[in-house]
Protein backbone atom coordinates (compact mmCIF):
# COMPACT_ATOMS: atom_id res chain seq x y z
CA UNK A 1 0.00 0.00 0.00
CA UNK A 2 1.72 3.59 -0.84
CA UNK A 3 1.87 6.04 1.58
CA UNK A 4 -0.45 8.45 0.21
CA UNK A 5 -2.89 5.94 0.40
CA UNK A 6 -2.39 4.83 3.93
CA UNK A 7 -2.29 8.26 4.83
CA UNK A 8 -5.70 8.99 3.14
CA UNK A 9 -7.40 6.07 4.85
CA UNK A 10 -6.33 7.31 8.41
CA UNK A 11 -7.22 10.72 7.24
CA UNK A 12 -10.76 9.18 6.26
CA UNK A 13 -11.21 7.03 9.37
CA UNK A 14 -10.52 9.64 11.61
CA UNK A 15 -12.82 11.67 9.84
CA UNK A 16 -15.75 9.28 10.15
CA UNK A 17 -14.71 8.78 13.65
CA UNK A 18 -14.13 11.87 14.84
CA UNK A 19 -17.11 13.19 13.25
CA UNK A 20 -19.49 10.47 14.86
CA UNK A 21 -17.91 11.36 18.38
CA UNK A 22 -19.26 14.70 17.78
CA UNK A 23 -22.63 14.19 16.90
CA UNK A 24 -22.58 11.96 20.38
CA UNK A 25 -20.64 14.13 22.07
CA UNK A 26 -23.33 17.08 21.27
CA UNK A 27 -26.42 14.95 22.33
CA UNK A 28 -24.33 14.51 25.42
CA UNK A 29 -23.97 17.91 26.20
CA UNK A 30 -27.66 18.83 25.47
CA UNK A 31 -29.39 16.63 27.50
CA UNK A 32 -26.54 17.75 30.28
CA UNK A 33 -27.77 21.69 29.55
CA UNK A 34 -31.24 21.31 28.93
CA UNK A 35 -32.40 22.84 32.03
CA UNK A 36 -29.40 25.42 32.32
CA UNK A 37 -29.87 26.42 28.59
CA UNK A 38 -33.09 28.86 28.98
CA UNK A 39 -31.92 29.82 31.96
CA UNK A 40 -28.99 31.26 30.52
CA UNK A 41 -30.61 33.13 28.22
CA UNK A 42 -32.93 35.54 30.37
CA UNK A 43 -29.58 36.46 32.04
CA UNK A 44 -30.09 39.48 30.27
CA UNK A 45 -34.19 39.80 31.03
CA UNK A 46 -34.31 43.82 30.01
CA UNK A 47 -35.58 43.83 26.62
CA UNK A 48 -34.73 47.40 26.22
CA UNK A 49 -30.91 46.31 26.65
CA UNK A 50 -31.53 43.42 24.05
CA UNK A 51 -32.61 45.97 21.49
CA UNK A 52 -29.67 47.67 22.08
CA UNK A 53 -27.42 44.56 21.71
CA UNK A 54 -29.75 43.22 18.70
CA UNK A 55 -27.63 45.94 16.68
CA UNK A 56 -30.58 46.93 15.27
CA UNK A 57 -31.68 43.08 14.17
CA UNK A 58 -34.33 42.56 16.48
CA UNK A 59 -36.46 41.60 14.23
CA UNK A 60 -34.56 38.59 14.08
CA UNK A 61 -34.12 38.17 17.40
CA UNK A 62 -37.76 38.57 18.03
CA UNK A 63 -38.23 35.88 16.10
CA UNK A 64 -35.21 33.66 18.04
CA UNK A 65 -37.54 34.40 21.36
CA UNK A 66 -40.40 33.23 20.25
CA UNK A 67 -39.12 30.05 18.55
CA UNK A 68 -37.08 29.59 22.31
CA UNK A 69 -40.79 30.49 23.89
CA UNK A 70 -42.38 27.52 22.06
CA UNK A 71 -39.28 25.36 22.72
CA UNK A 72 -39.78 26.01 26.50
CA UNK A 73 -43.40 25.54 26.72
CA UNK A 74 -43.49 22.49 24.53
CA UNK A 75 -40.35 21.22 26.41
CA UNK A 76 -41.95 21.51 29.91
CA UNK A 77 -45.44 20.37 28.72
CA UNK A 78 -43.71 16.87 27.92
CA UNK A 79 -41.37 16.84 31.16
CA UNK A 80 -42.77 14.93 33.79
CA UNK A 81 -42.66 17.39 35.87
CA UNK A 82 -45.25 20.28 33.50
CA UNK A 83 -46.62 22.12 36.41
CA UNK A 84 -43.67 24.88 35.93
CA UNK A 85 -43.34 27.52 33.66
CA UNK A 86 -41.69 30.57 35.01
CA UNK A 87 -39.85 31.02 31.67
CA UNK A 88 -42.71 31.22 29.81
CA UNK A 89 -43.87 35.42 30.96
CA UNK A 90 -40.29 36.57 30.79
CA UNK A 91 -39.47 35.28 27.53
CA UNK A 92 -42.95 36.20 25.98
CA UNK A 93 -42.73 39.36 27.15
CA UNK A 94 -38.51 40.11 25.56
CA UNK A 95 -40.05 38.69 22.21
CA UNK A 96 -42.89 41.08 21.90
CA UNK A 97 -41.04 44.36 23.49
CA UNK A 98 -38.14 43.27 20.83
CA UNK A 99 -40.89 43.00 17.67
CA UNK A 100 -44.20 44.81 18.96
CA UNK A 101 -45.88 43.73 15.64
CA UNK A 102 -45.59 40.31 15.93
CA UNK A 103 -49.13 39.12 16.74
CA UNK A 104 -48.10 35.46 16.57
CA UNK A 105 -46.91 35.67 19.78
CA UNK A 106 -49.52 37.31 21.45
CA UNK A 107 -52.10 34.90 19.77
CA UNK A 108 -50.92 31.80 21.14
CA UNK A 109 -48.45 33.16 23.63
CA UNK A 110 -51.38 34.22 26.01
CA UNK A 111 -52.97 30.46 24.78
CA UNK A 112 -49.71 28.77 26.37
CA UNK A 113 -49.73 31.22 29.36
CA UNK A 114 -53.54 31.24 30.07
CA UNK A 115 -54.57 27.80 31.11
CA UNK A 116 -54.39 25.91 34.08
CA UNK A 117 -51.08 23.67 33.96
CA UNK A 118 -50.59 21.27 32.50
CA UNK A 119 -52.09 22.89 29.80
CA UNK A 120 -50.87 26.32 30.44
CA UNK A 121 -48.49 28.09 32.77
CA UNK A 122 -51.80 29.60 35.23
CA UNK A 123 -51.16 32.21 34.85
CA UNK A 124 -54.05 34.34 33.02
CA UNK A 125 -53.65 38.02 34.33
CA UNK A 126 -50.51 38.15 32.41
CA UNK A 127 -51.80 36.45 29.36
CA UNK A 128 -54.25 39.28 29.45
CA UNK A 129 -51.43 41.87 30.18
CA UNK A 130 -49.19 40.54 26.93
CA UNK A 131 -52.73 40.91 24.86
CA UNK A 132 -53.41 44.22 26.00
CA UNK A 133 -49.76 45.00 25.07
CA UNK A 134 -50.71 43.46 21.90
CA UNK A 135 -53.81 45.38 21.24
CA UNK A 136 -52.24 48.78 22.09
CA UNK A 137 -49.37 48.13 19.21
CA UNK A 138 -52.10 46.34 16.87
CA UNK A 139 -54.88 48.19 17.42
CA UNK A 140 -56.56 46.78 14.09
CA UNK A 141 -56.06 43.51 14.61
CA UNK A 142 -59.41 41.80 15.25
CA UNK A 143 -57.76 38.12 16.85
CA UNK A 144 -56.29 40.06 19.57
CA UNK A 145 -59.37 41.21 20.92
CA UNK A 146 -61.47 38.04 20.81
CA UNK A 147 -58.68 36.35 22.53
CA UNK A 148 -58.30 38.65 24.99
CA UNK A 149 -62.66 38.48 25.56
CA UNK A 150 -61.93 34.64 25.07
CA UNK A 151 -59.12 34.75 28.39
CA UNK A 152 -61.68 36.91 30.06
CA UNK A 153 -64.57 34.17 29.66
CA UNK A 154 -62.66 30.85 30.27
CA UNK A 155 -59.89 31.42 32.76
CA UNK A 156 -61.55 34.15 34.64
CA UNK A 157 -65.10 34.61 34.20
CA UNK A 158 -65.66 37.79 33.44
CA UNK A 159 -68.49 38.22 31.54
CA UNK A 160 -68.39 42.23 31.39
CA UNK A 161 -64.88 42.44 30.35
CA UNK A 162 -65.30 39.83 27.85
CA UNK A 163 -68.27 41.54 26.35
CA UNK A 164 -66.34 44.33 26.46
CA UNK A 165 -63.09 43.07 24.85
CA UNK A 166 -65.50 41.49 21.97
CA UNK A 167 -67.37 45.06 21.14
CA UNK A 168 -64.47 46.66 20.93
CA UNK A 169 -62.76 43.92 18.47
CA UNK A 170 -65.91 44.11 16.11
CA UNK A 171 -65.31 47.97 15.89
CA UNK A 172 -61.87 47.23 14.14
CA UNK A 173 -62.33 47.07 10.16
CA UNK A 174 -62.76 44.34 8.80
CA UNK A 175 -63.35 42.12 11.89
CA UNK A 176 -64.66 38.79 11.56
CA UNK A 177 -68.88 39.34 12.24
CA UNK A 178 -69.45 36.79 14.85
CA UNK A 179 -67.47 39.22 17.41
CA UNK A 180 -70.84 41.40 17.50
CA UNK A 181 -72.97 38.18 18.34
CA UNK A 182 -70.44 37.01 20.88
CA UNK A 183 -70.62 40.86 22.85
CA UNK A 184 -74.29 40.56 22.74
CA UNK A 185 -74.54 36.83 23.82
CA UNK A 186 -71.12 37.62 26.74
CA UNK A 187 -73.34 40.55 28.04
CA UNK A 188 -76.73 38.91 27.92
CA UNK A 189 -75.68 34.90 29.84
CA UNK A 190 -71.98 34.47 29.89
CA UNK A 191 -72.10 31.27 31.87
CA UNK A 192 -74.11 29.61 29.82
CA UNK A 193 -72.85 26.29 27.58
CA UNK A 194 -74.86 27.83 24.87
CA UNK A 195 -72.06 30.85 25.14
CA UNK A 196 -68.90 28.26 25.38
CA UNK A 197 -70.40 26.75 22.63
CA UNK A 198 -70.31 29.29 20.20
CA UNK A 199 -66.68 30.60 21.14
CA UNK A 200 -65.48 27.29 20.96
CA UNK A 201 -66.56 26.96 17.12
CA UNK A 202 -65.99 29.97 16.20
CA UNK A 203 -62.09 29.44 17.20
CA UNK A 204 -62.42 26.44 15.41
CA UNK A 205 -63.62 27.68 12.66
CA UNK A 206 -61.09 30.86 12.23
CA UNK A 207 -58.07 29.37 13.52
CA UNK A 208 -54.96 28.01 10.95
CA UNK A 209 -53.13 26.30 13.68
CA UNK A 210 -53.65 22.47 13.81
CA UNK A 211 -53.04 22.38 17.70
CA UNK A 212 -55.21 24.95 18.55
CA UNK A 213 -57.97 23.66 15.93
CA UNK A 214 -57.88 19.95 17.49
CA UNK A 215 -58.06 21.80 21.34
CA UNK A 216 -61.29 23.69 19.99
CA UNK A 217 -62.73 20.47 19.10
CA UNK A 218 -62.05 18.37 22.06
CA UNK A 219 -63.84 21.56 23.95
CA UNK A 220 -66.76 21.02 21.59
CA UNK A 221 -67.09 17.37 22.48
CA UNK A 222 -66.71 17.86 25.69
CA UNK A 223 -69.32 20.27 25.82
CA UNK A 224 -71.71 17.88 23.92
CA UNK A 225 -70.81 14.74 26.30
CA UNK A 226 -71.56 17.22 29.08
CA UNK A 227 -75.39 18.17 27.45
CA UNK A 228 -75.64 14.41 26.51
CA UNK A 229 -74.96 12.73 30.03
CA UNK A 230 -77.13 15.59 31.73
CA UNK A 231 -80.02 14.87 29.38
CA UNK A 232 -79.54 11.00 29.68
CA UNK A 233 -79.19 11.43 33.74
CA UNK A 234 -82.82 13.67 33.20
CA UNK A 235 -84.37 10.41 31.79
CA UNK A 236 -82.84 7.72 34.28
CA UNK A 237 -84.24 10.03 37.18
CA UNK A 238 -87.40 10.20 35.19
CA UNK A 239 -87.55 6.15 34.89
CA UNK A 240 -86.57 5.72 38.35
CA UNK A 241 -89.39 7.98 39.69
CA UNK A 242 -92.01 6.29 37.50
CA UNK A 243 -91.06 2.49 37.84
CA UNK A 244 -88.84 2.48 41.50
CA UNK A 245 -85.98 1.02 40.24
CA UNK A 246 -83.20 1.71 37.69
CA UNK A 247 -82.94 0.97 34.20
CA UNK A 248 -80.89 -2.55 33.38
CA UNK A 249 -80.13 -0.51 29.69
CA UNK A 250 -81.04 2.09 27.41
CA UNK A 251 -83.67 0.00 25.25
CA UNK A 252 -86.04 0.13 28.33
CA UNK A 253 -85.43 4.03 28.21
CA UNK A 254 -85.98 3.88 24.84
CA UNK A 255 -89.15 1.18 25.26
CA UNK A 256 -90.73 3.94 28.14
CA UNK A 257 -90.16 6.65 25.48
CA UNK A 258 -87.87 8.79 27.53
CA UNK A 259 -85.15 8.48 24.92
CA UNK A 260 -84.60 8.46 20.70
CA UNK A 261 -82.12 5.37 20.17
CA UNK A 262 -79.25 4.13 21.77
CA UNK A 263 -77.43 7.14 22.76
CA UNK A 264 -73.58 7.87 21.25
CA UNK A 265 -70.77 10.40 22.48
CA UNK A 266 -69.60 12.54 19.72
CA UNK A 267 -67.09 9.83 19.06
CA UNK A 268 -69.54 7.24 18.14
CA UNK A 269 -69.28 5.10 21.21
CA UNK A 270 -72.22 4.12 22.79
CA UNK A 271 -72.80 5.95 26.44
CA UNK A 272 -72.39 3.11 29.41
CA UNK A 273 -75.44 3.02 31.73
CA UNK A 274 -74.00 1.69 35.29
CA UNK A 275 -76.37 -0.49 37.71
CA UNK A 276 -76.73 3.01 39.89
CA UNK A 277 -78.25 4.54 37.33
CA UNK A 278 -75.08 6.80 36.43
CA UNK A 279 -74.44 7.54 32.60
CA UNK A 280 -70.90 6.73 31.57
CA UNK A 281 -68.57 7.02 28.38
CA UNK A 282 -67.18 4.24 27.10
CA UNK A 283 -63.29 5.50 26.66
CA UNK A 284 -62.77 9.21 28.89
CA UNK A 285 -59.03 9.33 27.60
CA UNK A 286 -60.32 10.20 23.94
CA UNK A 287 -63.05 12.73 25.53
CA UNK A 288 -60.76 15.51 27.65
CA UNK A 289 -62.25 18.57 29.43
CA UNK A 290 -65.69 16.57 29.79
CA UNK A 291 -67.02 17.42 33.16
CA UNK A 292 -69.91 14.69 33.01
CA UNK A 293 -69.67 11.08 32.42
CA UNK A 294 -66.71 10.50 33.73
CA UNK A 295 -66.38 6.98 35.80
CA UNK A 296 -65.94 6.85 39.94
CA UNK A 297 -62.15 7.50 40.84
CA UNK A 298 -60.92 8.12 37.07
CA UNK A 299 -57.36 10.00 36.90
CA UNK A 300 -56.78 11.93 33.57
CA UNK A 301 -53.84 11.78 31.92
CA UNK A 302 -51.37 14.18 32.35
CA UNK A 303 -51.83 15.86 28.97
CA UNK A 304 -54.89 16.03 26.98
CA UNK A 305 -55.51 13.76 23.85
CA UNK A 306 -56.52 14.73 20.86
CA UNK A 307 -57.63 13.58 18.32
CA UNK A 308 -55.47 13.60 14.79
CA UNK A 309 -58.32 13.60 12.78
CA UNK A 310 -59.45 16.96 14.41
CA UNK B 1 4.63 14.88 18.58
CA UNK B 2 7.38 14.15 16.37
CA UNK B 3 10.49 16.79 15.74
CA UNK B 4 8.69 17.90 11.97
CA UNK B 5 5.41 18.93 13.47
CA UNK B 6 7.13 20.67 16.36
CA UNK B 7 9.62 22.54 14.15
CA UNK B 8 6.82 23.40 11.33
CA UNK B 9 4.36 24.28 15.01
CA UNK B 10 7.01 26.58 16.40
CA UNK B 11 7.95 28.73 13.45
CA UNK B 12 4.24 29.57 12.93
CA UNK B 13 3.89 30.82 16.38
CA UNK B 14 7.88 32.90 15.69
CA UNK B 15 5.77 33.60 12.60
CA UNK B 16 2.66 35.20 14.33
CA UNK B 17 4.38 36.59 16.60
CA UNK B 18 6.70 38.91 14.13
CA UNK B 19 3.05 39.63 11.87
CA UNK B 20 2.86 41.62 15.43
CA UNK B 21 -0.49 39.34 16.24
CA UNK B 22 0.48 40.11 19.93
CA UNK B 23 -0.11 43.42 19.51
CA UNK B 24 -3.77 43.04 20.27
CA UNK B 25 -2.98 43.06 23.62
CA UNK B 26 -2.43 46.45 24.00
CA UNK B 27 -5.85 46.99 22.33
CA UNK B 28 -6.88 44.95 25.05
CA UNK B 29 -5.26 46.13 28.31
CA UNK B 30 -6.74 49.59 26.92
CA UNK B 31 -10.04 47.99 27.41
CA UNK B 32 -9.97 46.56 30.78
CA UNK B 33 -8.42 49.19 32.20
CA UNK B 34 -11.16 51.92 30.34
CA UNK B 35 -13.71 49.84 31.53
CA UNK B 36 -12.34 49.11 34.92
CA UNK B 37 -11.74 52.88 35.43
CA UNK B 38 -15.30 53.88 34.12
CA UNK B 39 -17.80 51.39 35.00
CA UNK B 40 -17.42 52.28 38.58
CA UNK B 41 -18.61 55.82 37.78
CA UNK B 42 -21.32 55.33 35.40
CA UNK B 43 -23.24 52.23 37.24
CA UNK B 44 -23.93 50.79 40.30
CA UNK B 45 -23.61 47.39 41.84
CA UNK B 46 -22.64 45.60 38.26
CA UNK B 47 -19.17 46.80 38.07
CA UNK B 48 -17.54 43.10 38.37
CA UNK B 49 -20.66 41.48 36.13
CA UNK B 50 -19.45 44.14 32.86
CA UNK B 51 -15.68 43.57 34.08
CA UNK B 52 -15.98 39.80 33.80
CA UNK B 53 -18.40 40.17 30.45
CA UNK B 54 -16.76 42.43 29.05
CA UNK B 55 -13.21 41.01 29.79
CA UNK B 56 -14.25 37.64 28.68
CA UNK B 57 -16.33 38.61 25.39
CA UNK B 58 -12.99 40.71 24.26
CA UNK B 59 -10.74 37.51 24.69
CA UNK B 60 -13.29 35.90 22.94
CA UNK B 61 -13.50 38.03 20.25
CA UNK B 62 -10.13 39.02 19.80
CA UNK B 63 -9.38 35.49 19.75
CA UNK B 64 -11.83 34.21 17.42
CA UNK B 65 -10.50 37.45 14.91
CA UNK B 66 -7.04 36.48 15.04
CA UNK B 67 -7.83 32.55 15.19
CA UNK B 68 -9.81 32.80 11.01
CA UNK B 69 -7.79 35.58 10.20
CA UNK B 70 -4.11 33.72 10.44
CA UNK B 71 -5.64 30.23 10.16
CA UNK B 72 -6.96 31.11 6.71
CA UNK B 73 -3.52 32.12 5.58
CA UNK B 74 -2.11 29.27 6.99
CA UNK B 75 -1.70 26.82 4.09
CA UNK B 76 -2.68 29.72 1.00
CA UNK B 77 0.12 32.33 1.88
CA UNK B 78 2.88 29.66 2.20
CA UNK B 79 1.88 28.68 -1.56
CA UNK B 80 1.68 32.17 -2.32
CA UNK B 81 4.93 32.81 -0.95
CA UNK B 82 6.28 29.60 -2.66
CA UNK B 83 7.16 28.43 0.80
CA UNK B 84 5.54 25.67 0.87
CA UNK B 85 7.51 24.23 -1.70
CA UNK B 86 10.55 25.08 0.24
CA UNK B 87 8.91 22.92 3.35
CA UNK B 88 7.72 19.96 1.22
CA UNK B 89 10.73 19.58 -0.52
CA UNK B 90 12.56 18.18 2.65
CA UNK B 91 11.45 14.82 4.26
CA UNK B 92 8.05 16.73 5.71
CA UNK B 93 4.86 15.08 4.76
CA UNK B 94 1.75 17.32 3.64
CA UNK B 95 -0.32 16.02 7.09
CA UNK B 96 2.43 17.14 8.97
CA UNK B 97 2.63 20.40 7.61
CA UNK B 98 -0.79 20.80 8.56
CA UNK B 99 -1.20 19.40 11.77
CA UNK B 100 1.85 21.43 12.54
CA UNK B 101 0.66 24.81 11.66
CA UNK B 102 -2.84 24.24 13.13
CA UNK B 103 -0.43 23.61 16.62
CA UNK B 104 1.28 26.72 15.96
CA UNK B 105 -1.74 28.60 16.27
CA UNK B 106 -3.36 26.65 18.45
CA UNK B 107 0.22 27.94 20.54
CA UNK B 108 -0.14 31.51 19.81
CA UNK B 109 -3.87 31.81 20.72
CA UNK B 110 -3.23 30.14 24.16
CA UNK B 111 -0.32 32.74 25.04
CA UNK B 112 -2.73 35.87 23.79
CA UNK B 113 -5.49 34.28 25.98
CA UNK B 114 -3.33 34.11 29.26
CA UNK B 115 -1.99 37.60 29.00
CA UNK B 116 -5.31 38.40 28.47
CA UNK B 117 -6.81 36.11 31.00
CA UNK B 118 -4.10 38.04 33.27
CA UNK B 119 -5.92 41.40 32.24
CA UNK B 120 -9.29 40.06 33.01
CA UNK B 121 -8.13 39.33 36.24
CA UNK B 122 -6.52 42.50 37.11
CA UNK B 123 -9.12 44.92 36.50
CA UNK B 124 -11.50 42.31 38.39
CA UNK B 125 -8.83 42.70 41.52
CA UNK B 126 -8.90 46.45 40.90
CA UNK B 127 -13.01 47.08 40.78
CA UNK B 128 -13.50 44.58 43.83
CA UNK B 129 -10.52 44.87 45.78
CA UNK B 130 -10.43 41.02 46.27
CA UNK B 131 -11.05 37.87 44.20
CA UNK B 132 -14.10 35.98 45.54
CA UNK B 133 -14.72 32.09 45.67
CA UNK B 134 -16.74 32.10 42.05
CA UNK B 135 -14.20 33.87 40.25
CA UNK B 136 -12.46 30.46 39.59
CA UNK B 137 -15.21 29.83 37.37
CA UNK B 138 -13.52 32.18 34.95
CA UNK B 139 -10.75 29.87 34.59
CA UNK B 140 -13.59 27.71 33.04
CA UNK B 141 -15.07 30.31 30.80
CA UNK B 142 -11.25 31.12 29.41
CA UNK B 143 -10.84 27.23 28.81
CA UNK B 144 -13.71 27.08 26.97
CA UNK B 145 -13.25 29.42 24.73
CA UNK B 146 -9.21 28.22 24.16
CA UNK B 147 -11.82 25.05 23.18
CA UNK B 148 -13.22 27.51 20.79
CA UNK B 149 -10.02 28.58 19.08
CA UNK B 150 -8.86 24.93 18.90
CA UNK B 151 -12.49 24.21 16.70
CA UNK B 152 -12.04 27.76 14.53
CA UNK B 153 -8.56 27.36 13.95
CA UNK B 154 -9.48 23.76 12.31
CA UNK B 155 -12.16 24.83 10.88
CA UNK B 156 -9.49 27.81 9.08
CA UNK B 157 -7.42 25.24 8.15
CA UNK B 158 -9.67 23.45 6.43
CA UNK B 159 -11.17 25.79 4.61
CA UNK B 160 -7.85 27.35 4.11
CA UNK B 161 -6.76 23.93 2.39
CA UNK B 162 -9.08 23.79 -0.74
CA UNK B 163 -10.24 27.52 -0.75
CA UNK B 164 -8.62 31.68 -1.43
CA UNK B 165 -8.31 33.49 2.16
CA UNK B 166 -11.14 35.69 1.21
CA UNK B 167 -14.01 33.00 0.90
CA UNK B 168 -12.22 30.91 3.52
CA UNK B 169 -12.41 34.00 6.17
CA UNK B 170 -16.12 34.02 4.94
CA UNK B 171 -17.04 30.49 5.94
CA UNK B 172 -14.82 30.32 8.79
CA UNK B 173 -16.75 33.93 10.05
CA UNK B 174 -20.29 32.09 8.61
CA UNK B 175 -20.00 29.08 10.74
CA UNK B 176 -19.01 30.94 13.99
CA UNK B 177 -21.91 32.84 13.85
CA UNK B 178 -23.75 29.43 12.94
CA UNK B 179 -22.43 28.12 15.54
CA UNK B 180 -22.78 30.57 18.43
CA UNK B 181 -26.64 29.78 17.09
CA UNK B 182 -26.34 26.12 17.04
CA UNK B 183 -28.86 25.62 20.08
CA UNK B 184 -31.52 27.65 18.31
CA UNK B 185 -31.03 25.50 15.20
CA UNK B 186 -31.40 22.26 16.70
CA UNK B 187 -34.08 23.51 18.18
CA UNK B 188 -35.61 24.31 15.05
CA UNK B 189 -34.86 21.42 13.67
CA UNK B 190 -36.88 19.54 16.35
CA UNK B 191 -39.77 21.56 15.35
CA UNK B 192 -39.77 20.59 11.41
CA UNK B 193 -41.48 17.29 9.93
CA UNK B 194 -40.24 14.53 7.28
CA UNK B 195 -37.37 15.18 4.74
CA UNK B 196 -36.76 18.96 6.30
CA UNK B 197 -36.24 17.33 9.85
CA UNK B 198 -33.77 14.97 8.67
CA UNK B 199 -31.68 17.90 6.26
CA UNK B 200 -32.02 20.15 9.44
CA UNK B 201 -30.94 17.74 12.19
CA UNK B 202 -28.04 16.68 9.91
CA UNK B 203 -26.93 20.42 9.47
CA UNK B 204 -27.43 21.43 12.94
CA UNK B 205 -25.32 18.95 14.07
CA UNK B 206 -22.51 19.26 11.34
CA UNK B 207 -22.20 23.04 12.52
CA UNK B 208 -20.15 23.56 15.46
CA UNK B 209 -21.19 23.75 18.69
CA UNK B 210 -19.91 27.30 20.02
CA UNK B 211 -23.43 27.92 21.79
CA UNK B 212 -22.51 24.88 24.72
CA UNK B 213 -18.88 26.83 25.04
CA UNK B 214 -19.76 30.07 26.09
CA UNK B 215 -20.32 29.85 29.62
CA UNK B 216 -19.35 34.15 30.02
CA UNK B 217 -22.60 34.89 31.44
CA UNK B 218 -23.12 31.82 33.96
CA UNK B 219 -19.72 32.72 35.63
CA UNK B 220 -20.58 36.31 35.82
CA UNK B 221 -23.32 35.21 38.15
CA UNK B 222 -20.83 32.85 39.79
CA UNK B 223 -22.92 29.57 38.47
CA UNK B 224 -21.17 26.63 38.57
CA UNK B 225 -20.28 24.65 35.63
CA UNK B 226 -20.72 20.87 35.94
CA UNK B 227 -17.65 18.40 35.32
CA UNK B 228 -19.58 16.69 32.96
CA UNK B 229 -19.99 20.00 30.72
CA UNK B 230 -15.81 20.21 31.19
CA UNK B 231 -15.65 16.50 30.13
CA UNK B 232 -18.26 16.64 27.32
CA UNK B 233 -17.01 19.94 25.96
CA UNK B 234 -13.07 19.10 26.40
CA UNK B 235 -14.04 15.64 24.39
CA UNK B 236 -16.09 17.37 21.34
CA UNK B 237 -14.01 20.25 20.52
CA UNK B 238 -11.09 17.68 20.21
CA UNK B 239 -12.61 15.20 18.18
CA UNK B 240 -14.49 18.36 15.99
CA UNK B 241 -10.86 19.96 15.49
CA UNK B 242 -9.54 15.75 14.07
CA UNK B 243 -12.35 16.22 12.03
CA UNK B 244 -11.66 19.01 10.41
CA UNK B 245 -8.26 18.31 10.49
CA UNK B 246 -8.87 15.17 8.78
CA UNK B 247 -10.45 16.72 6.27
CA UNK B 248 -7.97 19.48 5.36
CA UNK B 249 -4.99 16.45 5.37
CA UNK B 250 -7.62 14.58 2.94
CA UNK B 251 -7.81 17.45 0.84
CA UNK B 252 -4.37 19.09 0.88
CA UNK B 253 -2.66 15.34 0.15
CA UNK B 254 -4.60 15.04 -3.20
CA UNK B 255 -3.94 19.03 -4.31
CA UNK B 256 -2.28 19.89 -7.17
CA UNK B 257 0.62 22.11 -5.96
CA UNK B 258 2.39 22.36 -9.33
Redesign the interface.
Known amino acids: MS ?2 RR ?2 II ?2 T ?2 FV ?2 A ?3 L ?2 R ?3 H ?2 EA ?2 LQ ?1 VL ?2 SSPKTLKHLSLGYQGLLAD ?1 YW ?2 A ?2 YFGGQQHAAAAQHYELLAPLLEITTALDPKLTVAYEFGANFLAPAPPNGAGEPKKAIELEKYGIENNPDDWHLYYNLGFIYYLELRKYTEAADAFARGSQVPNAHPFLKILAAQMARRGGDAETARMLWSATYQTTKDHDVRANAAAHLRALRVDHDVAELQKAVSIFYNQTGRWPSSFSELESAGLIRGRPIDPLGRPYQLQPDGSVEVANPDDLPFIQSGLPLGYIPPKLPKFLPSD | MNGRITHIATNTFREAVRDRVLYNLIAFALLMSGAAVLVGQISIGIERLVVINLGLTAVSLFGVVIAIFIGIGLVSKEIEKRTLYTVLSRPV ?3 EFIVGKFFGLTGTLVVNTFFMALGVFAALLYVSRHFQHGDGWILIALYFIVLQFVIIIALALLFSSFSSPLMSAVFAFALFVIGS ?1 S ?2 L ?3 S ?2 THGITRVLATGAA ?1 LVP ?1 F ?2 LNVI ?2 V ?2 E ?1 PV ?1 N ?2 IF ?2 T ?2 AL ?2 A ?2 AI ?2 S ?2 IF ?2 RNLK
Do not use: C, K, P
Request: net charge positive; glycine share 4%; charged share 20%.
Open positions: RSITAGLLSAASVLLRIDSRATNYIITRVQ | RRWFEDRGFAMYNSASSAHQSHLYNAYFYIMSGVLER
